[in-house]
């Protein structure tokens, strides 16, 4: 039996994490920023679960979740760092009062919950699990500022990965493509300021997404997640989906055709020797 700490919990991967979690026989301590939209999930697994707020840019907030998870169930051995949401347009569109909050939410908000969580996972060893994206592994036009959270993202999770393998702490950095949850609906938010010059490279495949009608399963999604936690072996980054699969695959054809096309100019930087 496991027990979990969970971000995010009122839709979506969170939510259904927490569900599973708690189903299968594990602990939950489910958080969401307005406790009440996720109040009766606790209900079907009496003790098993509990329900608290947390919103993950209050630095104390987390520190009592975290406090409140000790005192119920002794510790925690995975902290599921899932909270988040997305704003998409041109950079030339975005607005400070649009782009910072995004970023307060996704990026200084699991590093405050992290930060947070280590003392007591440092104590038994565990897991972190980051909810990255496939947005997370390529830059595309008209999801820069996304883009730039999850790299962020990515980054921190792999000096991590390192700072806490000592402590017997793995770090799981998951990267969804689309999935059938309601992140294209509730969870994305669109830059105010749209300019008809970007109409075609940064609006167009956000208006042709479907929310409700992607082809990943997340029933699917949270079996893997579940899977990798328990296994001895997971790997550091975790793509999920075909989609996210093809975006690594172009990354890593694209960068290897950058590295060699200029590499004897730009590996004879050194200084001369004598």
Not at 60 to 86: I, S
Request: proline share 5%.
């Amino acid at each position: 039996m496991k027990t979990w700490l969970i971000t995010g919990c009122s839709s979506g991967f969170g939510q259904r994490l927490a569900l599973a979690a708690a189903q299968r026989g594990d602990q939950v301590v489910a958080t969401a920023r307005h406790v009440k939209t996720i109040a009766e999930m606790a209900e079907p697994f009496g003790g098993r679960m509990i329900t608290l707020p947390l919103d993950v840019t209050d630095a104390a907030a987390a520190k009592a979740a975290v406090a409140k998870a000790v005192e119920t169930f002794g510790g925690f051995d995975v902290l599921v760092n899932n909270a988040g949401y997305g704003l998409f347009g041109a950079i030339e569109e975005g607005t400070p009062e649009e782009y910072r909050p995004m970023f307060e939410v996704n990026v200084f908000g699991l590093i405050e919950t992290t930060r947070a969580a280590l003392p007591v996972l440092r104590r038994s060893g565990g897991t972190i699990v980051n909810m990255s994206s496939g947005a997370g592994i390529a830059g595309g036009a008209g999801g820069g500022y996304y883009n730039a959270a999850k790299f962020a993202v990515e980054g921190m999770s792999e000096a991590l990965a390192g700072e806490l393998k000592p402590f017997g702490i793995r770090v799981l950095i998951v990267e969804p493509g689309p999935f059938r949850t309601d992140f294209l609906g509730r969870s994305i938010t669109m830059a105010a300021n749209e300019m008809p010059e970007y109409a075609a490279s940064s609006r167009k495949h956000y208006r042709d997404t479907s929310n409700g009608n992607q082809a990943g399963d997340p029933v699917k999604a949270i079996a893997v997640i579940l899977r990798a936690v328990d296994a001895d072996d997971a790997p550091l980054h975790l793509p999920l989906g075909p989609i996210a699969h093809s975006i690594a695959e172009r990354k890593l054809a694209s960068f290897r055709r950058d590295i060699d096309a200029w590499r004897d100019i730009t590996i004879a930087t050194d200084f001369d020797q004598l």
